[in-house]
């Protein structure tokens, strides 16, 4: 069966400080791999996603880059963090290629920038 | 732009009643939609989703109803019970725009025993 890890599950950091997020997945080959923010009392919004080993989409304009070193690891990184990057983290994998298929959800970061 | 609209933030229910949780959207090249359970702290888990070839989609206690002429699914559960307290989200895509899901701002369903 598949498994997705995310670690840490919480994380404190200061402003300016950098990120690294990791997300791996277990039991699937070539699985496309998004990143997602949860601001507080809102929606998902998708950050980026990966169709392959180092292949990277960019939804939004932001401080938060991605990287894809490995087939079943997505990597989430800042050089410097913004107090507007504090949220719950989600990373969710999925395969196939069309748009009809389901995502999986990681259990999710929870980041505090002060 | 909210393309995905859940504009109830929060439902109270019984248990045992039916709880309807509903989600509206504009984009009318959607053609897939996908509810998500999530609990605090946790990564949202899928329940169910529907074509928009179909208007009914059944799984269990959950059912998801698509009207396309007015934008608009809803996510029937019944029984409800305790259990199925959590925000519960409404996500759609669209095809071409391949492995996108655009997400609504959830409801907070609350089954009171």
């Known amino acids: 069966s598949q498994t997705i890890h995310q670690w840490p599950a919480t994380l404190v950091q200061p402003v300016g400080s950098p990120l690294s997020l990791e997300c791996t997945v277990e039991?699937?080959?070539?699985?496309?791999l998004y990143w997602y923010r949860q601001a507080a009392g809102r929606g998902l919004q998708l950050l980026f996603y990966?169709?392959?080993?180092?292949?990277i989409s960019s939804e939004v304009p932001q401080n938060l880059s991605a990287s894809r070193p490995q087939d079943r690891q997505f990597i989430l990184s800042s050089k410097k963090l913004l107090l507007s990057d504090s949220g719950f983290y989600l990373c969710?994998?999925?395969?196939?290629?069309?748009?009809?298929?389901?995502?999986?959800f990681g259990p999710g970061t929870r980041l505090t920038v002060l | 732009d909210q393309q995905v609209k859940q504009n109830s933030p929060s439902l109270s229910v019984q248990e045992g009643r039916i709880s309807i949780l509903n989600c509206d959207y504009t984009?009318?090249?959607?053609?897939?939609f996908l509810w998500y359970k999530k609990y605090p702290a946790e990564g949202p888990t899928f329940l169910i989703s529907?074509?928009?070839?179909?208007d009914k989609n059944e799984d269990g206690r959950f059912t998801v109803f698509l009207n396309k002429s007015a934008k608009h699914l809803s996510l029937h559960i019944v029984p409800s019970q305790p259990g199925d307290s959590a925000v519960y989200f409404c996500?759609?895509?669209?095809?071409?725009?391949?492995?996108?899901?655009?997400f609504g701002s959830g409801t907070q369903l609350t089954v009171l025993p």
């Open positions: 969710a994998w999925s395969v196939g290629s069309g748009s009809r298929s389901e995502q999986f």
């Open positions: 039991g699937t080959s070539n699985p496309n």
């Open positions: 990966s169709v392959g080993i180092g292949q």
């Open positions: 984009n009318s090249m959607f053609d897939y």
């Open positions: 529907i074509s928009s070839i179909k």
């Open positions: 996500a759609a895509s669209a095809s071409g725009s391949a492995r996108q899901l655009t």
